[in-house]
């Protein structure tokens, strides 16, 4: 069974630029995608991006969309989110999430689960 570690997160001033990163640990073949989601104070959690892992492809939220980078690192299961230009409303506690379904993009089809790291950014 996998388990993700999160790490990274912290408080920036808008404009600032902030990386997080998440290690995939235990059965991490079955796994076909690697994402980010956040969750504001009383609002729902929401998609970030995404990665496919065999092929690389990407996804982002139009929220984030030329701000924030995913990537990867097949030697280590890791998974990064570069997030640049950040703004108040990026607010959130972040979450890396890890599932065996080929190409979803809602929270519910992930079945594992990072701790979640916060990120503030103050105006």
């Known amino acids: 069974q996998s388990q993700l570690v999160e790490s990274g997160g912290g408080s920036v001033q808008t404009g600032g630029s902030l990386r997080l990163s998440c290690a995939a640990t235990?059965?991490?073949?079955?796994?076909?995608?690697m994402g980010w989601f956040r969750q504001a104070p009383g609002k729902e959690r929401e998609f970030v991006a995404a990665?496919?892992?065999?092929?690389?492809?990407?996804y982002y939220a139009d929220s984030v969309k030329g701000r924030f980078a995913i990537s990867r690192d097949t030697a280590t299961n890791t998974v990064l989110l570069q997030m640049n230009s950040l703004k108040p409303e990026d607010t959130a506690v972040y979450f890396c999430?890890?599932?065996?379904?080929?190409?979803?993009?809602?929270?519910?089809?992930?079945?594992?689960w990072g701790q979640g790291t916060q990120v503030t950014v103050s105006s």
């Open positions: 990665m496919w892992w065999s092929s690389g492809r990407t």
């Open positions: 999430a890890a599932s065996t379904i080929p190409g979803v993009l809602r929270a519910r089809d992930y079945a594992y």
């Open positions: 235990g059965g991490t073949s079955s796994l076909s995608v």
